[in-house]
């Protein structure tokens, strides 16, 4: 940190730590044979500070820590290669920062984090298709964000959380509906709305 000036000499140190430290501070232009270091934590230190040209060859890295550098870093327009990387962690950072375009091939990823990411962004007619997902947390997702003509779907779900976020966005016959619902939650919120209207 305090002589920069010393890194360039180290980068083939022997103990891999030694190295690491020295890609933290040496020229930019001096770190690419450092990329297929044996070591992942010298690869880290590279992923960190190689420019972006460079860094799309270091996106099958073995260590997940480097690919998830990797992308974080690499252009959003460019993630489309890391869509489909064994390790969630990388999956759920494409998820938040990919391209539209490119988060309907997450829609049915295995990881219940990276399908949250992607229902929080998807834009419609997508999303729609989200509204099947096998697991609630991701249908109150949709429920929050598709439009209210489309609500009516999502009113009958099988679990009551997704109903409760519909009957806060509802309007007319669903949210008349979801007044009689089984569960008092649900009841609860959709007649406090039907209250509002009527006063409002």
């Known amino acids: 940190r ?3 000036q010393l890194a360039n000499a180290h980068l083939s140190e022997p103990y891999f730590e030694l190295r690491a430290i020295a890609a933290r501070y040496a020229d930019v232009f001096r770190l690419a044979p450092l990329m297929a270091d044996e070591d992942e934590t010298v ?30 870093r690499l252009p959003s327009d460019t993630l489309m290669s890391m869509v489909r990387d064994e390790d969630y962690q990388v999956r759920l950072i494409v998820a938040r920062r990919a391209p539209e375009g490119l988060l309907a091939l997450l829609m049915h990823d295995v990881d219940l984090q990276v399908r949250q990411a992607v229902a929080q ?35 009958a779900d099988t679990d009551w959380t997704v ?15 979801l007044a009689r619902d089984e569960e008092a939650e649900v009841r609860e919120r959709a007649r406090e709305r039907l209250q509002e209207a009527m006063h409002g």
């Open 2 to 4: 305090h002589h920069p």
């Open 163 to 177: 109903r409760w976020e519909v009957a806060g966005r509802a309007e007319g016959a669903t949210l008349e509906r």
């Open 43 to 72: 690869r880290l230190q590279v992923a960190l500070r190689v420019s972006q040209r460079l860094l799309q060859r270091m996106v099958n890295d073995p260590h997940r820590e480097v690919r998830i550098r990797v992308a974080q």
């Open 121 to 155: 962004r998807l834009p419609m007619p997508a999303l729609w298709r989200m509204a099947a997902d096998t697991a609630p947390e991701v249908r109150r997702i949709v429920a929050q964000r598709l439009p209210l003509s489309l609500l009516e779907a999502l009113a």
